[in-house]
């Protein structure tokens, strides 16, 4: 509120300036009230009283001042002085002729001493408006235009309230890992003794929301010792030499708060591998980027400072930043598993009143693949939908309609759907939950709806792998590849015809089926061969086009074969679908029925022998 005061009365000034300067400008440069002809006039009838001239010193230019019978002043300029002293004189009359008064230095100086002003002021109010503190104190203006090239890390103070290893879910063998870097700054004595030395810098590494920043800030709260925190795009800036700059306050203010963290967040968009890019550098990242390299490990010493970063995309990282000696340790923070999962959903549940027939540890086995973040959001949704249904506590229901919700988008069931198109999802949905079912790798399914969602897929089929997996055989890509061509087949079988609607099935399916020649060495013919060498993105490359590992021939091969697979996959699930044609109509009938069926609803459409009990944990979708 200060700030904007200050900024109003500064305008104030200006404007009051400007006023000033033109009146003075105005004074300076009155124009000619009288002229020759009315003064020759005015002389043949007696009606001028005295005439005074001011002739300029090198040239005769000049001006004469008239005064009238009375009071009356006026004045005209004249090209040469000579003619009216001449004609004044021819007629008798006195006149005064002196020379023009010089403008003292002031008053020259002064419309440039206020323009100077003016401009210092407006630079002044700009910086004022725009720049912060400083950070550790030193207010004031030089100190705020001294800001654009401060440092713009956060502090936690460790007397705030802060975050414990107790308030992150999930992450058992993180903590685990990353407890001797705690023990360290609280009792480095003990590590020291034995020659031991801490590691500099710690990386964290995994998907984007599965907890890295918590993580950081849990180690400062667990240490007791200031945590700095910024992102790596609050380093860099358009101008070449500020981000280091930035980098040399960062680590100037974390001495003198030693033993402290520092965390730099989306370290990537500082650590880019140098030398990248279409132009092949960019001088302001890569200043940025040495200075950091410097003050990790460099010439000066930097006790008791450990610095931790996140990121996302570590294949993008400068070799020299994660080498020993800057991040010495590097942990990867990955997706949680069902049991993280449901520790998870319970810290996030602490707030949220939750009705009897919520069973945690059911969300977690339907939710595999699912981030703290998603975790997260998934509760708050399911709270908003309670709210808005004016309960007091969450049910089972606002958590399976958020679970859809976050994975589709809301169900639109207004939406006005023909009936031909109802029917064409609904035996197409049905294609994909019959594989699911009766395909042993994959499966069972949990949920099986013609009800179009937001995210512009008509219907959905959801199942419920047994468990998570960190690995896929051929066989179980073979089977998602079948599921994935369930819904064209069974439109196929059934009208004869194919729609869109099994784009993204196509995709899916093709996309998986060339990862198994080219990535995974999971063809017979083309053999344990990698030939996928476009992993690195067109800006890390030296080149703006990759060069292919291999030739014309056996791409040609490689297209053969993921040919194949398709084929093949594609004939084994039309047989599936083709012997249980009784099952794909029932459960058509049933969807056009009720739109939406669970498993038991759909797996009473079996005879008992193809009623396999399956322990589901985890989620995918299967869309049209």
């Not at 980098?247 to 030693?258: G, I, T």
């Not at 398709?566 to 009938?589: F, N, R, T, V, W």
Request: glycine share 10%.
């Amino acid at each position: 509120m200060r700030q904007q005061r200050g900024s109003g009365i500064g305008l104030y000034i200006i404007v009051v300036i400007f006023i000033l300067m033109l009146i003075y400008m105005s004074q300076r440069n009155v124009a000619p009230t009288y002229s020759m002809e009315k003064f020759k006039d005015a002389v043949q009838n007696d009606q001028v009283t005295s005439v005074s001239i001011k002739q300029n010193a090198e040239i005769p230019t000049g001006t004469v001042y008239v005064t009238l019978g009375g009071s009356a002043q006026y004045f005209f300029y004249v090209a040469d002085v000579n003619t009216v002293t001449e004609y004044l004189s021819e007629r008798g009359m006195d006149y005064v002729l002196s020379d023009v008064p010089k403008d003292a230095w002031v008053s020259q100086m002064l419309p440039i001493l206020i323009v100077g002003a003016v401009l210092f002021i407006l630079f002044m109010l700009v910086f004022n408006s725009q720049g912060g503190a400083a950070m550790g104190g030193g207010g004031g203006a030089n100190a705020k235009m001294m800001n654009f090239g401060r440092s713009r890390a956060k502090m936690t103070n460790k007397d705030k309230e802060p975050t414990r290893f107790d308030n992150v879910a999930g992450l058992k063998e993180e903590k685990e890992e990353l407890a001797e870097v705690v023990d360290f700054l609280k009792d480095p004595a003990k590590y020291t003794k034995v020659g031991a030395r801490i590691p500099k810098g710690v990386l964290l590494v995994g998907p984007p929301g599965t907890g890295k920043t918590l993580l950081a800030k849990a180690i400062a709260g667990e240490a007791g010792v200031p945590f700095f925190s910024i992102s790596g795009s609050d380093v860099v800036e358009m101008f070449v030499g500020v981000g280091a700059s930035r980098v040399r306050d960062l680590f100037e203010e974390a001495k003198k708060n030693a033993p402290c963290i520092v965390f730099i967040d989306e370290i990537d968009a500082v650590a880019r591998r140098r030398g990248a890019g279409l132009g092949g550098s960019h001088d302001e990242r890569e200043q940025t980027l040495n200075q950091m390299l410097v003050e990790m490990d460099g010439f000066g010493v930097n006790e008791g400072i450990i610095v931790m970063a996140a990121t996302n995309r570590v294949d993008i990282l400068d070799p020299a930043i994660m080498r020993p000696g800057r991040f010495d340790r590097k942990v990867f923070v990955g997706r949680p598993d069902v049991g993280g999962r449901e520790e998870i959903l319970n810290v996030h549940s602490n707030n949220k009143p939750l009705a009897e027939d919520v069973d945690l540890k059911q969300v977690a086995q339907t939710t595999a693949g699912f981030t703290g973040a998603d975790l997260e959001n998934l509760m708050n949704e399911a709270a908003i939908l309670a709210a808005k249904s004016n309960r007091e506590y969450i049910n089972a229901t606002d958590i399976k309609q958020s679970f859809v919700k976050v994975g589709l988008g809301t169900e639109k069931k207004s939406k006005i759907i023909s009936d031909k198109e109802k029917k064409i999802t609904a035996y197409h949905e049905s294609g994909h939950a019959i594989l699911f079912h009766l395909l042993p790798d994959v499966g069972p399914v949990y949920s099986v709806s013609i009800i179009p969602t937001g995210m512009g897929a008509a219907g959905y089929t959801m199942p419920l792998p047994e468990k998570d997996e960190m690995f896929r055989t051929r066989g179980e890509m073979l089977q998602d590849i079948e599921v994935s061509l369930g819904g064209r087949i069974a439109e196929d079988l059934i009208f004869g015809e194919i729609t869109t609607g099994a784009s993204s099935d196509i995709q899916k399916a093709t996309k998986a089926a060339r990862d198994m020649v080219m990535k995974y060495g999971m063809s017979a013919e083309m053999g344990p061969i990698n030939y996928n060498n476009d992993d690195e993105d067109v800006f890390l490359g030296r080149d703006l086009a990759h060069a292919r590992g291999y030739g014309e021939r056996v791409a040609g091969e490689i297209d053969a074969e993921v040919k194949k697979i398709i084929d093949s996959c594609y004939q084994d699930a039309k047989k599936i679908l083709s012997e249980h044609m009784d099952i794909l109509h029932a459960s058509a009938a049933l969807l056009l029925e009720k739109e939406k069926i669970g498993r038991a609803e759909f797996e009473a459409l079996f005879p008992e022998s193809e009623r396999p009990v399956k322990e589901g944990e985890g989620v995918a979708v299967e869309e049209i």
